[in-house]
């Protein structure tokens, strides 16, 4: 079963800086986008893609990406 669409939404770690991205889930899908540009482009993942990215990085496999 699919789940309903949601409101985009914004960390609650996010600064003040406007450095910020918002997700929401929109058509089965979750979507991601710059909350500086709310009118630019999305990008668009399914459940199974946001699993394996946060497995990804609860296991490491992007630290030398992300300078930890």
Do not use: Q
């Not at 991205?21 to 986008?33: A, D, F, K």
């Amino acid at each position: 079963m699919d789940k309903p669409d949601t409101m985009w939404m914004k960390s609650p770690y996010s600064g003040g800086n406007g450095n910020c991205v918002e997700l929401r889930r929109h058509g089965g899908m979750i979507e991601v986008r710059d909350s500086k540009n709310p009118d630019g482009p999305k990008l668009r993942f399914t459940d199974a893609e946001i699993v394996a990215f946060r497995l990804g990085l609860a296991d490491g496999v992007f630290d030398s990406v992300i300078g930890s």
